[in-house]
């Protein structure tokens, strides 16, 4: 094996709540048999972007592992966005949809060949209001939970599962939604809109049956007169197949959403504000990542 094979390893010390030295510490031990040099760093929430951008300067790595959640993974793309550098994930976060997307195993050290030897797809991303999202964004129900979860000092499922319950209490009535897409314009009402670029939620619930990473395209999926017990249900991972009527899904390359009241918004699972208008617009090939 080449000895001179150079990776970063970015951490995300606080997401999911967990601890990260034994996932941290069969990194490097891998790395180390396998001839790789790790340059590690460690996230803090004050200018990592930056300073990812300056390391991968400094050392210009074949790849990038990430030990984090969604959120890690997109600041990493964003940081790398012109570069040519193969992302690897390792799912150490509260919201690892992306890792459920990409059939990522539940064994470590499957994970850690996936992420330092496998081949990789070049994922596309979508652009909301000039925001970033490889994964799944919203308004509505799930964006409010997510919220209520930021605000919390409860970590891990656990937190999720307790705000779910607070969420569904006190939800507000239905929003009225207008849909701009593939020059048609549509008018629903809705309890949440997924902006879609892949399938499911972190919670393995399939919101988005016919997302594909890669194909250009973005999916628009609304949810409209959703009894509470179902949002409980795509929370907790186990969504049944929707009557038609519930839920429609528009796949295109670019939309206006506008709401009639600001509605909860979030990006790969970090709370955005309320918004009443979304411009969205799908990136083609914007990041390598391994996959299985």
């Known amino acids: 094996m080449n000895s001179q094979k150079k990776f970063i390893l970015v951490i995300n010390p606080i997401s ?61 793309a964003e940081a790398v966005e012109h570069h040519d550098v193969i992302i690897g994930v390792l799912p150490a976060g509260s919201a690892n949809g ?33 925001k970033k999202s490889i994964h799944l964004s919203d308004i509505g129900a799930n964006a409010e939970l997510i919220k209520n979860y930021e605000e919390s000092s409860i970590r891990g499922k656990l937190g999720y599962a307790l705000q779910a319950f607070n969420t569904i209490t006190e939800l507000d009535d239905p929003f009225t939604a207008t849909i701009v897409a593939n020059g048609e314009t549509i008018e629903t009402q809705a309890r949440m809109i997924v902006i879609a670029n892949t399938q499911k939620y972190g919670t393995g619930v399939v919101i988005n049956p016919i997302g594909i990473m ?32 519930n839920i429609e899904i528009i796949s295109t390359d670019a939309a206006v959403i506008t709401t009639n009241v600001p ?8 709370f955005c504000g309320e918004v009443d208008k979304l411009d969205v617009m799908i990136l083609p090939n914007q990041l390598k990542i391994a996959v299985p």
């Open 214 to 245: 890669d194909d250009g395209k973005f999916e628009i999926v609304v949810i409209k007169n959703l009894e509470l017990g179902l949002i409980g249900k795509i929370w907790a991972g186990n969504i049944a197949e929707q009557p038609k009527e």
């Open 98 to 130: 992306l890792s459920v997307d990409l059939n990522l195993s539940e064994d470590l050290e499957d994970n850690l060949k996936i992420a330092f030897h496998n081949d990789y797809i070049k994922m596309d991303m979508v652009c909301i209001n000039g």
């Open 16 to 76: 999911g709540g967990n601890d990260k030295a034994e996932l941290v510490e069969a990194t490097k031990l891998y790395a180390e048999e396998h001839g790789v040099t790790l340059f590690e760093y460690e996230t803090t929430g004050d200018d990592d972007e930056e300073k990812i951008r300056e390391l991968y300067k400094e050392h210009e790595p074949e790849r990038i592992l990430v030990v984090g959640g969604d959120g890690t993974v997109k600041l990493v």
């Open 263 to 270: 509605v909860s918004f979030q990006i790969d699972g970090e």
